[in-house]
């Protein structure tokens, strides 16, 4: 794994396997040595997208009030106004949804108004015209204001499934109106497929580069957060989801993704091209020009851990009502 995907794969995986209702110790896993090892990296990498997934994974499995979580993280979450400008809408959204699982759990009136303050700025991103999500906020990083609205189908699925926490824990109705709105702006872009691109243009309410398709997007990032629109009072999604997750077997690759054989997943199909054409691609994506190329396309055969772990928690939130500690 690369980057600080040891952080928030460990952290995601956690929360499926709970989710799921797996015994750890079914799967090889001393929760209590992953704990342990989970809050040493969050201290070692001080990645606040990455602490509001080890928040969520704190809720549900129930180890430590927050104030103890923050002094084992080294994390203060006094910090977050002057920390969730510089986040991307992916992080920020991982945040609330971290919190809204501690607040739920534990009823504390802080981590309620640091939810709030959280999903302020993740609403913030929300473009009336578009109804997409920004990737990054007007006072971001110079890096990532250069594609503020260069957004990408993260930015989008994982705001979806916070706004809908954010309305099954608070209700009122607004926070669903917003689920729905980007809910029902992302189902109209899904492609003929069922596919979910990858980059859009937030400003213009457009796709920028389809490829790669991610085969989690596919089978449980997009049906989870789906779901939980639907669970907090939204419309159904139903046929989106159904072609979704049939994108798996039935792909413009002509190849399954399922390798009954290697028993896994492979992680998505995208281009077959070079590090020049993909630096050409993406350069067009940050001036807003749409990738309109039929590219030749191959499957990526690779795999990562918080894929599985999506996986159980997209069918388990499918399969029956949520488990105690979970929003849905």
Not at 170 to 185: C, H, S, Y
Not at 209 to 219: E, G, K, L, S
Not at 231 to 240: I, L
């Amino acid at each position: 794994m690369t980057g600080t995907e040891n952080l928030t794969s460990t952290a995601i995986g956690l929360i499926g396997i709970h989710r799921a209702g797996i015994e750890a110790r079914d799967l090889g896993i001393d929760v209590a040595k992953t704990r342990k090892a989970l809050l040493g990296l969050t201290r070692s990498r001080r990645y606040w997208g990455g602490f509001g997934l080890v928040l969520w994974a704190n809720a549900v499995w129930d180890w430590m009030p927050v104030g103890s979580l923050q002094e084992r993280c080294e994390m203060a979450l006094c910090e977050l106004p002057d920390r969730l400008s510089a986040m991307t809408t992916m992080q920020v959204a991982w945040l609330a949804s971290g919190l809204l699982h501690e607040w739920k759990k534990r009823g504390n009136a802080r981590t309620q108004d640091w939810s709030h303050l959280t999903l302020r700025e993740l609403a913030s991103r929300l473009m009336p015209e578009s109804r997409l999500m920004r990737h990054a906020s007007d006072r971001a990083p110079l890096t990532a204001r250069l594609r503020q609205n260069v957004a990408n189908f993260a930015d989008q699925v994982y705001a979806i499934q916070t706004l809908a926490f954010a309305e099954i824990a608070f209700g009122g109705g607004t926070w669903l109106k917003r689920a729905v709105q980007l809910a029902d702006r992302n189902v109209a872009l899904q492609g003929p497929l069922g596919q979910w691109w990858w980059h859009f243009d937030a400003r213009r309410g457009r796709v920028l580069q389809r490829y790669p398709v991610y085969a989690v997007h596919q089978h449980a990032m997009a049906p989870m957060a789906l779901l939980a629109v639907t669970s907090a009072g939204g419309p159904s999604y139903e046929n989106w989801i159904r072609r979704s997750q049939d994108w798996i077997h039935d792909n413009e690759s002509s190849t399954s993704l399922v390798d009954r054989g290697a028993h896994t997943v492979w992680r998505d199909v995208e281009p077959r091209e070079n590090a020049l054409a993909r630096r050409r691609r993406h350069a067009r994506s940050l001036l807003g020009i749409e990738d309109v190329s039929s590219p030749r396309l191959a499957v990526n055969r690779e795999t990562r851990p918080y894929e599985w772990a999506w996986c159980l928690y997209a069918g388990a939130t499918a399969s029956g009502p949520a488990r105690k500690g979970h929003l849905r």
